[in-house]
């Protein structure tokens, strides 16, 4: 007997040279009792939500509150932590991206990804850096297509015309704030309808903290953004909706409440959720 | 009462203190000096001894009997060059291999396996290692002295190393551009590739260099291996000459010019370590700017 698998599917985005010529929505985020473990310790719990496409969203909550876990349970970057595990279900559109036959390093593929603190390869140029996602999966490009791809993504990252004499240069010769930025242009050079952004200007100054911001709000025209932060002014100027978290007294981090940003600011309908927006703990 | 003594320690505490200072100091300096001094005192005397050998002839002439004027090293010195170079070839990249093995690719049981063989190999006398390929290589499938034996000696003795040094410059690469790699949507294998080893390459090669200076003066597996020539010879099935076995045949003789020449050729296999560690380290490719 045959076993045929057939697996849910979306359309695979095929790495377009042109950004514009995408037509279809990006796909949302949806997750279905999401929970995560680090060896024994149960990170996340029971986690649904949806997460509409082309908008801003945010995970708030306290340290130690499992958002970030949460966060990168939807690249399935989770799991590179040893002794990680990931339980429930993550789909991105209709595809559930744990499902069994899936390929992790595809989905990495599709979702990008700013991390913390700014982390551009160091023995890289400005140019190679921006280049690395599109070298390292393998696409094949003409010098022209790849001079074109790095300014364009510079451009969209909002850091070309800071960056355009020195692409030369090492990655790590940049500010703090420029590196965060290139990181950005780095992420959305394979094109991806999703990125992800893991408390991206935490280690950043207050002017670089800005332009972050700015440039997350304009890029929110053409992907879905997901952003981690701890800070809630942070939250509310950039995000549509915000999802805060809490970890219980057994330590696993669950949904609290979910809801656009205006209202979960202004008459959030949980007590934690007013006691920590307004600065009672966390 | 124990506060205030706490916040101004007396007279006597405090002339305590600077008492065991001052040894403390005393003592570490003096450890310096003599590690220092130690390693000054071998190169001034290899110097010293060395360099009165040394002309021309010495580093291109063949060695002569006993008792004709001139003679040199100059098959030994390139047997030295080819044999490590082989041995290079041969250990360098199974050394890197094992490292990614154990920190990229099985950090878990299996990598602290290969770790724990890899000390292993590395605590074995190098004589031992001379047996080994004596037996395996000279009596069994070469049957024969030869400078491929002779290399494969000094590559066991080489691969622990590299393997070693390199797992610590890899650990040595932050986790996050690992991370940033793999989140680009990147394979495993072209992590490691475009991302880990470029990033420690100055170390990797370190490492190299640290392996092939050690092999390089590595006296005991060639006597059974590659077993030494008095002739030029590039054939890597025959026996070859090599400066530690030259070094050896005329420092065990009883003659005054002979021993005059071991110097020299001492002086010449430091050197040419030192040579080979500078221009490796200078091929290592710099980071941009």
Redesign the interface.
């Known amino acids: 007997m045959t076993m045929t698998v057939t697996r849910p599917t979306i359309p695979t985005q095929q790495p377009t040279v042109s950004s514009e010529a995408r037509s279809a929505p990006p796909p949302a985020i949806r997750t279905e009792r999401l929970n995560a473990w680090y060896g024994t310790t149960h990170a996340v719990g029971d986690v649904t939500l949806e997460i509409p496409g082309r908008s801003v969203t945010a995970i708030i909550g306290p340290s130690g509150c499992g958002k970030s876990t949460l966060l990168r349970c939807f690249?399935r970057?989770h799991e590179?932590t040893?002794g990680a595990r990931v339980g429930g279900q993550v789909f991105l559109g209709s595809e559930d991206i744990y499902w069994q036959g899936t390929d992790a390093?595809?989905?990495?593929?599709?979702v990008?990804?700013v991390?913390q603190?700014p982390?551009p390869?160091?023995?890289?140029?400005v140019y190679e850096n921006v280049a690395?996602?599109p070298?390292?999966?393998?696409w094949k490009r003409t010098r022209g297509e790849m001079d074109e791809m790095v300014e364009r993504n510079l451009r969209r990252a909002a850091l070309w015309d800071e960056v355009k004499d020195k692409l030369?240069?090492?990655g790590a010769?940049l500010s703090g704030g420029q590196q965060q930025r290139l990181?950005i242009a780095?992420?959305l050079a394979?094109d991806p309808a999703i990125l992800l952004m893991d408390e991206p200007a935490s280690a950043l100054d207050p002017i670089a903290t800005y332009k972050i911001e700015e440039l997350v709000r304009e890029l929110a025209d053409e992907l879905t953004i997901v952003i981690v932060t701890h800070n809630m002014q942070q939250a509310s100027r950039v995000s549509a909706r915000t999802a805060f978290m809490l970890a219980g007294e057994d330590g696993v981090g669950r949904l609290i409440e979910y809801g656009n940003t205006d209202e979960l600011f202004t008459t959030p309908r949980d007590e934690r959720t007013e006691a920590y927006i307004t600065g009672r703990f966390g | 009462m124990s506060a205030a003594a706490i916040a101004s320690p007396s007279w006597r505490i405090r002339r305590r203190r600077r008492v065991i200072d001052t040894v403390m100091a005393v003592l570490l300096t003096a450890a310096t000096a003599i590690a220092v001094g130690l390693l000054l005192l071998i190169l001034g005397y290899l110097i010293v001894n060395g360099l009165p050998a040394l002309n021309l002839a010495f580093f291109t002439e063949r060695p002569k009997p006993f008792g004709v004027e001139g003679g040199g090293v100059g098959p030994a010195i390139v047997g030295t060059l080819i044999v490590s170079a082989v041995a290079g070839v041969i250990a360098i990249p199974i050394g890197i291999a094992a490292a990614i093995f154990v920190t990229e690719l099985r950090p878990g049981r299996w990598g602290a396996i290969v770790r724990f063989s890899a000390e292993l190999i590395a605590g074995l006398p190098s004589i031992a290692v001379g047996v080994f390929v004596w037996s395996f290589l000279v009596r069994g499938l070469l049957g024969k002295y030869s400078a491929i034996a002779g290399a494969a000696a000094l590559a066991i003795i080489m691969i622990p190393i590299v393997a070693r040094t390199t797992e610590e410059v890899l650990r040595l690469v932050p986790g996050s551009l690992r991370e940033a790699a793999l989140a680009l949507g990147a394979p495993r294998w072209r992590v490691v590739m475009r991302v880990v080893l470029p990033t420690a390459r100055a170390g990797v090669a370190t490492a190299a260099v640290l392996a092939l200076a050690r092999a390089a003066g590595e006296t005991a597996p060639l006597l059974l291996t590659a077993l030494g020539n008095l002739f030029f010879s590039t054939d890597l099935l025959r026996p070859i000459a090599a400066l530690p076995l030259q070094i050896y045949q005329y420092a065990a003789s009883p003659y005054d010019d002979w021993h005059a020449k071991a110097w020299g050729a001492s002086l010449i296999l430091v050197a040419v370590i030192a040579v080979v560690s500078f221009a490796l380290r200078a091929f290592a490719p710099r980071v941009p700017r």
């Open positions: 690249n970057m590179i040893p390093v595809e989905v990495r593929g599709r990008g990804m991390f603190r982390n390869f160091p023995m890289m140029s690395a996602g070298r390292l999966r393998g030369r240069r090492s010769a990181c780095r992420a394979t």
